[in-house]
């Protein structure tokens, strides 16, 4: 199919990792429905991150992707059958935002009349695209780099679009559950999937310590998953009247309507930090090993707090520092609550 002639019926996006990844590639989904409203997408997504898509207005389907279950003969065989479903589909446009082998090897088995993907150089996943799309500089973020997509395929890249549109009858459960019109509220995410992405829970603490005595009248609101409840729990003992522990209590899109309606985010680099820069929240990121110029919330990359150090941003899970963790654990307590005061 030729670009430049392109209106294309069916569209397949392929971008099927974290809750993070998914957020990012949120735009490209909204730019193409804009440009083409009478067009078939579908979004192949990993399983944990689908709630995220459920129901959304731009989207025909979400094809599951379920990748735990890869190790066993039925989750291989419900793999293939989706694989074969796919391809039946005839797509016009196989859009892998992924860029690595497995995802390059689906556009491919895909076979669509055009194929685009990111050109991530770690896998050699270019070589099933027909159009590879590099990123534009090491320190391109990922939202610019997806959008680079759409311009090679000339669909207009601007902001007039919703990136996560509201869901009132979320909204209204929330506030019968919780006491979310009662206070200015902090949302606090301690934890991270990475271990060196965690600032120390000292330092939360510190910082809800010293915000709860000079604002009384602000809440604390602790997000996270129910592996995150040891946190939760923990920051819950140091202002217990102006704290909420969510932690493992609400689903994706009740903490999607938490952010909504709260004033600043305090959060390691995490998937629910791209939720609040979705919907323009205040931020406040902490950064160590990632780098905030490629994957902090978007539009908020400069406010992101990190120390410079030699071995920072590394981009590993790992720490091997003589000093472990020196990037996150040198990010004061009083430095993080003067910059929340600033977005209060």
Same mark, same amino acid.
């Given at each position: ?13 392929l971008?099927?990792? !974290?809750?993070?990844?998914?957020l ?9 429905k804009?440009?083409?409203?009478? *067009?078939? =997408?579908d979004?192949w ?5 689908? %709630? ?16 735990? *279950?890869?190790? /066993?003969?039925?989750?291989?065989r ?6 074969? $479903?796919?391809?039946r589909?005839h ?9 690595? &082998?497995?995802?390059?090897l ?11 993907? @990111?050109?991530?150089?770690r ?5 099933f ?7 534009? !500089? ?10 680079? #997509? ?9 902001e007039g679009?919703? +990136?996560?549109?509201p ?10 559950? +919780? ?13 991270a ?14 910082? =809800?310590?010293?915000?709860?005595e ?18 939760? $729990?923990?920051l819950?003992? =140091? &202002?217990?009247?102006?704290? #909420? ?10 903490? =999607?309507?938490?952010?909504?309606s709260? !004033? #600043? ?9 791209? *939720? &609040? %820069?979705?919907m ?15 994957t ?7 406010? /992101?707090?990190? @120390? ?5 941003p ?15 654990? &040198? ?13 209060l």
């Amino acid at each position: 199919m030729s670009i430049d002639s392109a209106n294309p019926r069916k569209i397949l996006i392929l971008k099927p990792s !974290s809750l993070g990844d998914v957020l990012q590639a949120i735009p490209v989904l909204r730019l193409l429905k804009l440009r083409f409203p009478e *067009a078939q =997408i579908d979004w192949w997504v990993d399983t944990a991150s689908i %709630a995220l898509l459920q129901d959304d207005p731009d989207l025909r389907r979400t094809i599951p992707f379920e990748r735990k *279950a890869l190790g /066993s003969g039925s989750g291989i065989r419900r793999f293939v059958q989706s694989l074969a $479903a796919m391809r039946r589909e005839h797509y016009d446009w196989v859009i892998d935002l992924q860029g690595l &082998a497995r995802s390059a090897l689906v556009a491919w088995f895909a076979n669509g009349a055009l194929t685009v993907g @990111v050109a991530d150089p770690r896998e050699g996943a270019s070589a099933f695209y027909d159009v590879a799309v590099p990123r534009p !500089s090491p320190h391109c973020h990922a939202v610019e780099w997806y959008l680079k #997509v759409l311009e090679v395929l000339q669909v207009p890249v601007h902001e007039g679009f919703v +990136w996560l549109p509201p869901r009132p009858e979320i909204s209204e459960s929330i506030r019968n559950r +919780w006491p979310i019109q009662s206070r200015k509220w902090v949302c606090v995410q301690p934890g991270a999937r990475w271990w060196n992405k965690r600032w120390p829970i000292e330092h939360f603490e510190a910082v =809800i310590r010293e915000l709860s005595e000079r604002r009384p009248e602000i809440g604390f609101a602790i997000l996270g998953g129910a592996n995150d409840a040891d946190l939760g $729990a923990r920051l819950s003992l =140091i &202002a217990p009247r102006q704290t #909420v522990n969510l932690t493992g209590q609400t689903t994706l899109s009740e903490m =999607i309507e938490w952010l909504r309606s709260s !004033s #600043v985010m305090l959060t390691n680099d995490t998937g629910p930090m791209h *939720a &609040a %820069a979705a919907m323009r929240m205040p931020v406040v990121g902490l950064f160590g090993p990632t780098d905030p110029r490629r994957t902090g919330p978007y539009g908020q990359q400069a406010d /992101s707090l990190r @120390v410079s150090l030699p071995c920072s941003p590394c981009l590993k899970p790992r720490c091997s520092q003589p000093r472990p963790m020196e990037c996150l654990y &040198a990010l004061t307590p009083a430095t993080v609550v003067a910059r929340i005061e600033s977005h209060l």
